[in-house]
């Protein structure tokens, strides 16, 4: 495949079938060539024509290249992997980059999972399989700002979410433009970090994960739990709790458009929860754009409010409010 006289390059997608790996898939065949690598079901429905993209209300068939994760083959020998699967990804890891031990080249690969554990574990498993060799292989950190729905209806299965794409990569010292110019023909907004920043980038992308969490912990969305008054508060100090274990890593945020992380972080460390009533609306507006009907998910509480726990016990931060919502989602998911 060809994309202005030059060789297009060639992207494995894992997780075709899900939100994300399906987003990509659907967003990045416009510059690129996508292989989307699903579960059988998922796959199935696809090659039957009933999966659905709903992006700013336009309804569009999703249909590209796709097989199943069993079929995937090494003879596809992708520029990149991009793995949009769950926690934990050392082992889609293994499963996929064995094949390519003898290969001329080692696709890139590209990750977009929340929490801090994401990046170890990818080089941990790709040190299992190629040794020192490893390091040899790009690795991009990829943060994802659109929230996206998934609905099943009548055996049709619908992908929702608005454009633009926003997004935040990060790689090595090699520089990724290749898979720059790729997100420039398909339109996606995105601000590019270097390597030193990657660790600051996944701080400031959790401290808009936690932001709905106390919420959903009881089951409720962003835009009414904030309108109770003693659930604004555990947001409130859920992020004030973290803000402290941040500086305590040695760590800062970072202002992405349209998200003023740092700002915000240093708006909750200096005002008294109290008083933080007042900006209530002005913080679901910033950091809950177009989320304040959803309940967030909770099934990535370790990737969480978890991690806030653990922090605080490694480096000396009491986090009970954390504690305590890690472990009401705990109970619940138990249910």
């Known amino acids: 495949m060809w994309y202005n006289g030059k060789?297009?390059?060639?992207?494995?997608?894992?997780?075709?079938?899900?939100?994300t790996g399906?987003?990509?898939?659907?967003?990045?065949?416009?510059?690129?060539?996508?292989?989307?690598?699903?579960?059988?079901?998922?796959?199935?429905?696809?090659?039957?024509?009933?999966?659905?993209?709903?992006?700013?209300?336009?309804?569009?068939?999703?249909?590209?290249?796709?097989?199943?994760?069993?079929?995937?083959?090494e003879d596809f020998l992708p520029d990149f992997i991009f793995l949009a699967t769950k926690n934990p990804v050392g082992p889609p890891i293994k499963f996929y980059y064995s094949k390519f031990k003898k290969a001329k080249k080692i696709p890139a690969l590209l990750i977009s999972q929340n929490g801090f554990s994401p990046l170890e574990d990818a080089k941990n498993a790709l040190g299992e399989i190629f040794g020192k060799d490893f390091e040899k292989v790009k690795i991009v950190r990829l943060v994802l700002f659109n929230p996206i729905q998934k609905k099943e209806i009548k055996n049709k299965i619908f992908i929702s979410y608005s454009s633009?794409?926003?997004?935040?990569?990060?790689?090595?010292?090699?520089?990724?433009?290749?898979?720059?110019?790729?997100?420039?023909k398909s339109h996606f907004e995105f601000e590019v970090f270097p390597e030193k920043e990657i660790k600051n980038l996944e701080f400031s992308k959790l401290f808009l994960n936690l932001i709905g969490m106390a919420s959903a912990s009881l089951g409720f969305s962003v835009k009414d739990g904030f309108s109770n008054s003693e659930i604004f508060k555990e947001e409130i100090e859920v992020l004030k709790e973290y803000v402290r274990v941040v500086k305590a890593t040695g760590g800062k945020f970072l202002n992405f458009s349209h998200y003023p992380v740092k700002f915000l972080a240093h708006l909750i460390e200096l005002i008294p929860t109290?008083?933080?009533?007042?900006?209530?609306?002005?913080?679901?507006?910033?950091?809950?754009?177009?989320?304040?009907?959803?309940?967030?998910?909770?099934?990535?509480?370790?990737?969480?409010?978890?991690?806030?726990?653990?922090?605080?016990?490694k480096f000396g931060i009491e986090t009970p409010i954390n504690e305590r919502i890690y472990k009401r989602v705990l109970e619940k998911l138990n249910e």
């Open 164 to 184: 633009p794409i926003r997004i935040a990569p990060a790689s090595g010292p090699e520089g990724i433009e290749d898979l720059v110019e790729i997100f420039k």
């Open 274 to 313: 109290n008083l933080f009533l007042v900006f209530e609306p002005l913080l679901v507006k910033i950091v809950s754009q177009k989320r304040e009907e959803k309940v967030k998910d909770l099934d990535e509480i370790e990737f969480y409010n978890g991690v806030v726990v653990k922090l605080g016990k």
């Open 22 to 73: 399906t987003m990509f898939a659907f967003e990045l065949k416009k510059a690129a060539e996508v292989l989307g690598v699903g579960k059988e079901k998922e796959i199935e429905m696809i090659n039957q024509k009933n999966f659905y993209i709903d992006r700013d209300g336009r309804l569009e068939l999703f249909e590209g290249k796709v097989v199943k994760d069993t079929e995937f083959k």
């Open 7 to 19: 060789m297009a390059k060639k992207i494995a997608i894992i997780g075709v079938g899900g939100k």
